[in-house]
């Protein structure tokens, strides 16, 4: 039954007491609790005796003399354990004696279990483990994530052996159905320890929920599905699909744990109840369907998309085309503007380049005898039909020039010049001007006078104020007498 020790064989080295004279040798067993017994005695003359003791019918001496007084014991038992003394009686030195012990050691039955609970709110032992009969006492811990502890009883068995056992206790809950749990076994006769994995198994009513809705159920939606699913210890039996209202709809088709709807209109409108059952009781979850409005046509969103997008392509088509006519118009406008006035506002243009533009101002022209440039100040004179005194009026140098009736110079150059020899004109204007100002720079600028002044004083002032042209005729710089 034991694996420890077969047979107990003891042996006494007495080398030392060949030089006395030995008269007896005697075996005695002290155990752990109780007093002293004799079991073995040998004496040269008589022989061996065993006396009434635990281990009567299983010593013997393995060989009766007193050079080797050994003994043996067989089919060992837990009970043989204590303390064995070998004692000789000798002569003329008395007694002496021999010590030995007999430890014991028995390997346990080890085992582990879950304990089936109903989950509550009391602690209750969930798991078990047990190292039975075993020598010296084994040792027990637990290794899990739940929470909970541990409690440990011993008890001494009849056969000097020892059985230890650990409960291990928590609240149990739903959550911890199906977690791991372990009890490791340490002793002295194993090699190594022995471990006893185990689950919870903790019993409860199911818990159900409900998948599939995902709130866009609209008319004419197509092949919606609720799931009803459920856990529970033990394993539910009956599913049941129901309505709020008690009644089903006709498009609503229940297979097991599934609710399929073939197609959703009014009547779906409603709440959805699914029940199941275990051995413990029921567990209900619920689903509210809202039936929306059908969306709007994605293909249609596409056509009116296109339409608005080539609408507004169209008009900026338009746009440009508009922007395109209107500019071209203007070009248009401009020329015909400017061919028709060759005789009259490029006239006027002309006599404002000879008589007071911008750019003769910025010649440096003044009054006779000035050195500063000129302000305009002077009198201008304009011909003006019907006006008596010879056509010529004075008009304030800073209330512009009257452009309104063309000089005759103006007719001539606007006649002579066509439009190639105009753009050589424009483009030479600037240089033109620039000779000019270093001509008129180095003396005074001549003025027309009244009919009253001096004729020979007015002739000279013409011949002055000349200036020869590109074309080969001679203009005046202050004015023209038609």
């Known amino acids: 039954m034991f694996e420890c020790w077969r047979f107990l064989q003891l042996k006494l080295l007495s080398s030392w007491l060949m030089q006395q004279s030995l008269v007896q040798v005697s075996w005695i067993l002290e155990p752990p609790e109780g007093e002293r017994i004799n079991i073995a005695v040998f004496h040269p003359t008589f022989g061996a005796s065993y006396p009434d003791s635990p281990v009567k019918g299983r010593v013997t001496f393995t060989a009766p003399t007193l050079d080797t007084p050994s003994i043996q014991i067989s089919d060992v038992k837990m009970t043989d354990e204590g303390r064995y003394i070998c004692e000789y009686a000798t002569y003329p030195t008395g007694n002496a004696q021999g010590i030995t012990n007999l430890v014991m050691l028995a390997k346990p039955k080890n085992s582990g279990s879950p304990v089936t609970v109903v989950a509550g709110d009391k602690s209750v032992v969930v798991a078990r483990c047990e190292s039975a009969n075993g ?16 409690t440990m009883t011993t008890t001494q068995e009849p056969d000097n052996t020892v059985t230890v056992r650990s409960d291990y206790r928590l609240t149990p809950t739903p959550a911890d159905n199906g977690k791991d749990i372990s009890c490791v076994v340490e002793h002295r006769t194993q090699a190594k320890p022995e471990s006893f994995p185990m689950k919870l198994a903790i019993e409860y009513a199911p818990l159900v929920s409900i998948v599939g809705y995902d709130n866009n159920w609209y008319m004419g939606r197509t092949n919606v599905e609720l799931t009803c699913q459920a856990k529970g210890n033990p394993i539910p039996t009956t599913i049941t699909w129901r309505t709020l209202t008690g009644h089903m709809p006709d498009t609503v088709q229940v297979t097991e744990n599934k609710l399929k709807v073939l197609k959703v209109d009014e009547t779906v409108n409603t709440t959805f109840i699914c029940e199941v059952r275990n051995r ?14 059908p969306p709007a046509d994605p293909s249609n969103a596409g056509v009116v998309a296109g339409v608005v997008v080539g609408i507004l392509l169209a008009l900026l088509l338009v746009g440009a085309l508009v922007a395109i006519l209107v500019t071209h118009s203007r070009r248009q406008q401009q020329q015909q503007g400017y061919r028709g006035n060759q005789k009259s506002g490029v006239a006027s243009d002309i006599k404002s380049r000879l008589f007071g533009s911008s750019k003769a101002s910025k010649n440096g022209n003044g009054p006779p005898g000035g050195n500063g440039p000129s302000n305009n100040n002077g009198p201008i004179y304009t011909y003006r039909e019907g006006v008596s005194g010879g056509g010529l009026t004075e008009k304030a140098a800073n209330h512009g020039l009257l452009s309104t009736t063309p000089t005759a110079q103006d007719i001539l150059l606007s006649g002579e010049m066509d439009e190639a020899e105009r753009r050589k004109f424009d483009e030479l204007d600037e240089d033109e001007d620039e000779r000019y100002d270093r001509f008129t720079a180095a003396g005074p600028i001549l003025q027309l006078r009244h009919h009253d002044d001096d004729p020979h004083q007015q002739q000279r002032y013409l011949d002055d104020d000349m200036e020869s042209q590109r074309d080969g005729s001679v203009i005046s710089r202050t004015a023209v007498y038609v």
Do not use: F, Y
Request: charged share 20%; aromatic share 4%.
């Open 135 to 150: 020598r010296p006492a084994p040792k027990i811990r637990w290794v899990t994530s739940v929470n909970g502890n541990a």
């Open 280 to 293: 413990l009781g029921i567990g209900k979850n619920q689903v509210t369907v809202n039936v929306r409005e």
